[in-house]
């Protein structure tokens, strides 16, 4: 992680820009999943499951971005993503629970 803080601090695109890039990159994946799914009208692409890794990778890579560009220090970014992992994952595993 303490890449993606370096590198986001590197990159000088604002909040809104990187929020954008995420809507970007998530079409990309979305594009991908409807190939190899074989969606209807999607299937004169030709996307793999190597393309969904790579698009979801990528996805994954501009959200931490947006993440880390909204703390002042690696230290705040590590310990939030640890702390939201954690209390998204467990709110998560409760909904799976109750179902
Ligand atoms: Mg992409």
């Known amino acids: 992680m303490r890449e993606i803080y370096e ?10 820009e990187r929020t954008l890039k995420l809507s970007e990159e998530s079409g990309e994946l ?20 190597a393309d969904v890794r790579e698009e ?12 880390a560009q909204t703390c002042s220090s690696e230290a705040e970014f590590s310990a939030e ?3 939201l992992m954690g209390a998204k994952c467990a709110k998560w595993k409760s909904v799976l629970s109750q179902g």
Do not use: E
């Open 56 to 67: 979801a990778a990528d996805a994954a890579i501009v959200a931490l971005s947006i993440l």
């Open 7 to 16: 590198l986001t601090q590197l990159d000088g695109k604002s909040l809104q």
């Open 81 to 83: 993503l640890d702390r």
């Open 30 to 49: 979305a594009q991908a999943v409807l190939t190899v799914t074989k969606a209807p009208g999607s299937t004169y692409k030709n996307h793999s499951l």
